[in-house]
């Protein structure tokens, strides 16, 4: 095993002057017709003063957390990647955006990294609706925790509701402070008393992040990006948001303030307050309670899962192996580490029931590119509701089993989404036959 060498997909830095894109031929037919959104991020190394007046070495994409990018399904999305002196080099990966292959901004697989002085553009069609988020996927592990991330939210083709406040938070940890959104200390947004407002949390750590949200009994209304319907009222309920994932939390503000708080964040926090008063830092930011039954929670689904065409297991551990000549542990995917893991090779068109087994002690937030799988069991229990995942919190010893549909061809990462782990060989090919 060789896996510290090998990994030009997360962790390398590729050498070549242009970034070409490969296999520009396989977007999808279909183009929507919609108006063409066109940004351009701005890639490049800072020092950034947080609100709370900390400083930190950053490396972003002109802002901490990057621009948010907002579009309407049916639109395209453009965007424009400059590297103004980001050393590594750096791509935009559309966490949770099922777009076409070229689009997946993995280097080493469907683009070259962008180098300091060049560019690249994205183009794809905003086909699905909800919170995604965008991030470097060159050297990642070093360099998301930096600040090369940002969110993408895609309203439905109807238009945005404009009764309902909407607000996208990110939720990141830089220089040990906790960001929500860009604010470090408390994020405090006027909402009305009677107004529904809907929190759109995207977790860009490493670890699995509890929020809570005290103050008024709010509904999970979609999950990754997902509406998840018919999901029943929660109060004191903590909410453990995997790597990756993204929750968006609906409520109706009452006339006092409610908090959004990550368990053992120091200071960040959002509170809404009808009046634009934050609670006083006496107030528990994080309140403890039981954690959400995702298994259980939402309408069950009008359509009951495909049946599928055939079963895959996987089985996430952390064992000793020799990496360079050397006895380490290392996060492995069926005993071995990247590049020695064997892809899950796909037929398009066919139903894949994964069955994926935690046998470690850590938790492993599992993420296939551009694929959403349908959770068809918690470690054992069935889910009744569509329950469509691309970030899955699979905690230690617990066994998953989601429904893969091959609709989307190409070469796509398949990688748990702690990208130390990532890293250090927890990373697979789904290719497509
Ligand atoms: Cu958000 Cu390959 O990752
Ligand atoms: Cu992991």
Do not use: K
Request: aromatic share 6%; charged share 15%.
């Amino acid at each position: 095993f060789h896996a510290a060498s090998h990994h030009s997909t997360l962790a390398s830095t590729t050498t070549s002057t242009e970034a070409t894109p490969r296999g520009v031929d396989t977007l999808r037919a279909g183009a929507p017709q919609g108006p063409v959104r066109d940004y351009t991020l701005h890639a490049r190394s800072e020092r950034v003063t947080l609100d709370s007046g900390q400083t930190v070495d950053a490396l972003t994409f002109g802002s901490l957390p990057g621009p948010a990018l907002r579009a309407t399904e049916g639109d395209t999305v453009r965007v424009t990647l400059v590297n103004d002196g980001v050393p590594d080099g750096v791509t935009l990966h559309w966490h949770g955006y099922d777009v076409p292959n070229a689009m997946d901004g993995v280097p080493g697989v469907t683009q070259d990294a962008v180098m300091p002085g060049q560019s690249f553009t994205y183009e794809f069609p905003a086909v699905q609706t909800g919170t995604y988020w965008y991030h470097t996927h060159q050297n990642a592990a070093a360099n998301e925790p930096l600040g090369l991330y940002g969110s993408l939210v895609v309203d439905p083709a109807d238009g945005r509701d404009p009764s309902v406040a909407d607000l996208t938070v990110p939720v990141h940890t830089v220089g040990g402070a906790t960001l929500f959104g860009g604010h470090a200390g408390v994020w405090t947004e006027t909402v009305a008393a009677g107004r529904q407002v809907r929190v759109r949390l995207i977790n860009t750590d490493q670890l699995t992040q509890r929020f809570s949200v005290a103050g008024a009994p709010f509904r999970l209304a979609a999950v990754d990006g997902g509406e998840l319907p018919g999901g029943a009222e929660l109060a004191q309920t903590v909410l453990p948001l995997a790597a990756g994932g993204r929750y968006d939390v609906v409520l109706t503000m009452p006339e006092h303030p409610v908090q959004v708080a990550v368990e053992g964040s120091r200071g960040g926090a959002l509170v809404l307050a009808p009046d634009g008063t934050p609670a006083p830092a006496s107030v528990p930011r994080f309140v403890q309670g039981p954690e959400i039954d995702l298994a259980g929670y939402g309408a069950p689904a009008a359509q009951p899962a495909p049946a599928p065409d055939r079963t895959a297991a996987y089985t996430v551990d952390r064992l000793l192996r020799f990496v360079d000549g050397m006895p380490r542990f290392a996060f492995t995917v069926d005993g071995a580490v990247y590049p020695n893991i064997p892809p899950l090779v796909v037929r398009e068109g066919e139903r894949v029931q994964v069955i994926v087994v935690n046998r470690s002690s850590e938790v492993h937030p599992m993420h296939p590119h551009g694929h959403h799988v349908r959770v068809l069991s918690i470690d054992g229990r069935a889910v009744a509701a569509d329950l469509r995942m691309d970030s899955l919190d699979i905690r230690p010893g617990q066994i998953w089993t989601v429904l893969l549909t091959a609709d989307n061809p190409g070469i796509w990462m398949d990688h748990c989404h702690n990208l130390q782990h990532a890293r250090e060989g927890m990373v697979f090919h789904l290719a497509y036959d």
